[in-house]
């Protein structure tokens, strides 16, 4: 079946700018979760969704970052306001069960210039 | 608080030899879950191996085995007979057993370099 994807596959957008990243997780998992991969920082944390319970947000970095899941599928996280430090590969991963892996999309890689 | 280390940041192995990937992790729980996952180029991360804490016999999948040391919290990767396709980057990932959050705690990793 297909995998988790996640759309666009590189942004480029200018520092102060709002960006919208995807994430089509595997059909059936309730899990989703994001991720942040960057140079100083290395795979952190950002934030947790569990079929309709409230998102799990305390790895967020900032009131600037928020995301939503529409529908117990598709989610979007949001960046308002872009900076530098924004600058990463943002990872969506999504998992069927607590016992499960979690499998991993492509990425969305942001440059903010 | 949960903490994953990878002490190599590179690593080079000659083809079809063995390479061992270094990994230490710090926890107060008993019961957890250890990953090595694979990133190539292409930004994809492929789980490669997974133990369960509880349980002695080391993981292998293929030529991927785990050196898992409970008691000094160590969980090595070895690649017998490297492939140039194993060039990547490598991340040890930890995460807690119990509760249903889940999220992966991982280390730096370490650049694993095939030579022909």
């Known amino acids: 079946g297909a995998g988790v994807s996640q759309s666009p596959s590189n942004k480029v957008t200018e520092k102060g700018k709002d960006v919208e990243l995807r994430c089509d997780p595997i059909?059936?998992?309730?899990?989703l979760y994001w991720y942040r991969q960057s140079l100083g920082q290395g795979l952190e944390f950002l934030i947790y969704?569990?079929?309709?319970?409230?998102?799990?947000k305390s790895g967020l970095p900032s009131d600037r970052f928020s995301a939503e899941r529409t529908g117990g599928s598709v989610s979007t996280l949001t960046i308002q306001r872009t900076q530098q430090e924004d600058s990463a590969v943002y990872l969506c991963?999504?998992?069927?069960?607590?016992?499960?892996?979690?499998?991993f999309g492509p990425g969305t890689r942001l440059t903010v210039t | 608080a949960q903490t994953v280390t990878q002490s190599q940041p590179e690593m080079s192995v000659q083809e079809a030899e063995t390479v061992t990937l270094s990994c230490t992790y710090d926890?107060?729980?008993?019961?957890?879950?250890l990953f090595w996952y694979k990133q190539p180029p292409s930004r994809q991360m492929i789980l490669v191996i997974r133990?369960?804490?509880?349980?002695?016999q080391n993981a292998t999948e293929n030529r991927f085995s785990v050196n898992f040391q409970k008691a000094a919290k160590s969980f090595s990767l070895k690649i017998s007979d490297s492939q140039l396709g194993d060039a990547a980057m490598y991340f040890c990932?930890?995460?807690?057993?119990?509760?249903?959050?889940?999220?992966?705690?991982f280390g730096k990793g370490t650049k694993l370099s095939v030579k022909p």
């Open positions: 991963a999504s998992r069927l069960g607590p016992s499960y892996e979690q499998y």
């Open positions: 059909s059936g998992h309730t899990a």
């Open positions: 969704f569990q079929g309709n319970s409230a998102p799990d």
């Open positions: 926890t107060s729980e008993s019961d957890y879950y």
């Open positions: 133990q369960e804490a509880y349980k002695q």
């Open positions: 990932a930890y995460r807690n057993y119990g509760g249903s959050q889940g999220n992966l705690i």
